[in-house]
């Protein structure tokens, strides 16, 4: 008779774990462009992270065991092999930063699915926000609009 518990009505099915890949089709399907535009955001700012990490030499090739020269002269000869062209291996062996940037976007690469994990977590806080900022702009005009559309009455009435 006087139980806390919810009532049947107000229980609900145990939810299914989703698995990752789900949960990011889920998220694809539920948030589109803003899902898009967060993760290549987050890619954009992950690979000048990485660019400028290597750059600056905050970390470089041989954090990872790797020389310098020996990595870009590696990705110069794998990017030969795949394309079956010498001319843009050649520029990149030329121009020392044009390597600096293909180091640090094949580095990139290995922090896709934690890329990923972090759009999946961060889209839904930012649609909250992004639907709270518009819902807000939307009651504002929607005043403004009845106190232009109230002034001119009460003008006409003169």
Request: charged share 20%; aromatic share 12%; with cysteine.
């Amino acid at each position: 008779m006087f139980s806390t518990g919810p009532t049947p009505d107000q229980v609900k099915e145990p939810e299914q774990q989703l698995t990752f890949k789900e949960k990011a089709k889920n998220m694809w399907k539920n948030y589109g462009r803003l899902a898009i535009v967060t993760y290549i955001g987050v890619y954009g700012s992950t690979l000048g992270m990485m660019y400028f990490a290597l750059d600056n030499g905050v970390f470089n090739a041989a954090t990872f065991g790797f020389d310098h020269a020996a990595a870009i002269a590696k990705f110069c000869d794998i990017v030969e092999t795949m394309t079956g062209t010498t001319t843009l291996p050649a520029y990149i062996k030329e121009h020392p930063s044009v390597g600096t940037f293909a180091v640090g976007w094949f580095l990139t690469k290995f922090t896709e699915p934690l890329r990923l994990a972090t759009t999946i977590v961060i889209v839904p806080p930012i649609a909250r926000y992004w639907n709270k900022l518009t819902a807000t702009k939307a009651a504002e005009a929607v005043v403004a609009a009845e106190k232009e559309a109230a002034e001119k009455i009460h003008k006409d009435q003169k």
